[in-house]
């Protein structure tokens, strides 16, 4: 495939006299991991909403590999290969972590209620391969040895990887994470950090990411896209992006240059 994965094209979201997002443009390449960065109310939750079918656009388009998706429900976009875990995490909490997964994993593997009812064969080879493929899907966020605990339980880094996990059973090619690093402590951004990368590497995934957490965004991003007050303001690599101008005075009574992490 030559062209981008995401094209975001001139996009606008209204919420009644607010202007969320403003002719906001942006191409995601395959294969990229690309972070959307910007201060608080700048417009990054929105953009995901917007991508994921939750708003739908007052302005412009998407397109995934040039198809239109603006306009399509939140489950035909999944179907057509995006998922996304939320800023707040949103885990079936007294289930355990191979359950959340299972669940995710659901609509490949489902063989009907009668099926289930009478428990047959085909119901449980297929229950079978629903867990071996959520274990498969556990280790690849470095949860292998927590299959059994109750989401609640984990520790809250280990809460966001397994919410990553479930988005990963849906089988995307485009996973958007909210915030992932949002309180986590150095030692776990650089396991989620090691995690992504992995991800895009050995899944072949495109990842776009919201984030504050500039350990995270300056080491894992090839692209940065910077809003704020809904337009975007800035974007390149890190390296550029850390240096723009506009960007630091943005992020200005965040001590912008420790902010972003230069
Ligand atoms: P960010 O994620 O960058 O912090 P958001 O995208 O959540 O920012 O919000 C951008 C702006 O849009 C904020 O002013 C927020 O209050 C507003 N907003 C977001 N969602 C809604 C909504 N559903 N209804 C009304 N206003 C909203
Ligand atoms: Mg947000």
Redo the contacts with the bound molecule.
């Keep these: 495939m030559t062209g981008p994965l995401l094209t975001i094209d001139k996009v606008t979201v209204r919420?009644?006299g607010?202007t969320?997002l403003q002719d906001v443009s942006l191409q995601v390449a395959p294969g990229a991991i690309h972070a959307v960065i910007?201060p608080?109310?700048?417009?990054?939750?929105?953009?995901l909403n917007v991508i994921s079918g939750i708003?739908p656009v007052g302005g412009g388009s998407v397109a995934l590999c040039g198809e239109r998706i603006d306009g399509l429900a939140p489950h035909a976009i999944l179907r057509r290969g995006i998922a996304r875990t939320f800023?707040n995490t949103e885990l079936f909490g007294e289930m355990s972590a191979l359950e959340n997964v299972m669940v995710g994993l659901d609509r490949h593997h489902a063989c009907g209620p009668f099926a289930a009812a009478i428990h047959s064969a085909a119901w449980r080879r297929s229950e079978e391969a629903a867990r071996a493929e959520a274990r498969r899907l556990l280790a690849l966020v470095g949860l292998a040895d927590a299959e059994n605990a109750a989401a609640a339980a984990l520790p809250f880094g280990k809460q966001r990887r397994l919410e990553i996990a479930r988005a990963l059973a849906t089988r995307p090619r485009l996973l958007l994470l909210d915030e992932p690093a949002a309180g986590l402590r150095a030692l776990e951004v650089e396991a989620l950090n090691r995690i992504l990368l992995d991800l895009r590497a050995e899944q072949g995934l495109t990842i776009v990411v919201?984030d504050h957490v500039m350990a995270l965004v300056m080491a894992i991003s090839d692209r940065i896209t910077v809003?704020n007050f809904?337009t975007r303001i800035a974007e390149g690599p890190p390296d550029e992006v850390r240096r723009s101008p506009q960007v630091i005075k943005a992020y200005m009574g965040e001590r912008a240059s420790h902010a972003l992490g230069s």
């Design positions: 919420f009644g607010l969320a910007g608080n109310g700048a417009g990054k939750s929105t953009l708003y800023q919201i809003l809904g």
